[in-house]
């Protein structure tokens, strides 16, 4: 009897393995509210320049986590500093929309400036697996721009 409940025992805990690792393949929420909070940290004591730098370094795992990255954007929509596509810093970006129709610059800018900070949903690309999925990005608005990260779902 007690060699069946090892087995299942052994059964169980290798099919839920692969769940359990994962998981931690992909950054929490937590993880994405407390990186956002250290970049605005960084931003206050170091300056724009080299927050912006390090934000766009790969290397600098504070703000490159699995497939959690900072995003930064002015209250107009113009991206400052981005830690997964350098080719969309200083474009206007305000109109843009995931593949469902959703203006989600636009929405993270209407929720930093109504409530300071909160969560926005939308479709985006995962930097790990490439492919489009649903994403939530957690925004606090720090000066005259919003400073984001997000966890994919």
């Known amino acids: 009897m007690k060699a069946v409940f090892g087995a299942l025992a052994i059964s169980f805990s290798m099919l839920t393995l692969p769940l359990a690792a994962s998981a931690a393949d992909k950054g929490s929420a937590d993880e994405a509210v407390a990186m956002v909070k250290k970049a605005a ?3 206050k004591s ?3 320049d080299k927050a912006f730098a390090a934000f766009s370094d790969t290397g600098n795992t504070t703000f490159h986590d699995r497939d959690l990255y900072i995003y930064v954007y002015d209250l107009n929509g113009v991206a400052l500093a981005h830690g997964n ?3 969309m810093v200083g ?4 109109g843009l929309k995931d593949n469902e129709g959703k203006a989600m610059i636009k929405e993270m800018i209407d929720l930093a400036k109504a409530k300071g900070k909160g969560w926005v949903e939308f479709k985006w690309p995962n930097p790990v697996t490439k492919a489009v999925e649903a994403k939530a990005g957690y ?3 720090v ?3 919003l ?3 997000g966890i994919y779902k």
């Not at 474009?91 to 305000?94: A, N, R, T, W």
């Open 143 to 145: 000066d005259d721009m």
């Open 46 to 48: 170091d300056g724009k």
């Open 147 to 149: 400073v984001g990260s």
């Open 41 to 43: 940290a960084l931003i």
């Open 91 to 94: 474009k206007p970006l305000i």
């Open 85 to 87: 596509n350098p080719k």
């Open 139 to 141: 925004v606090e608005k």
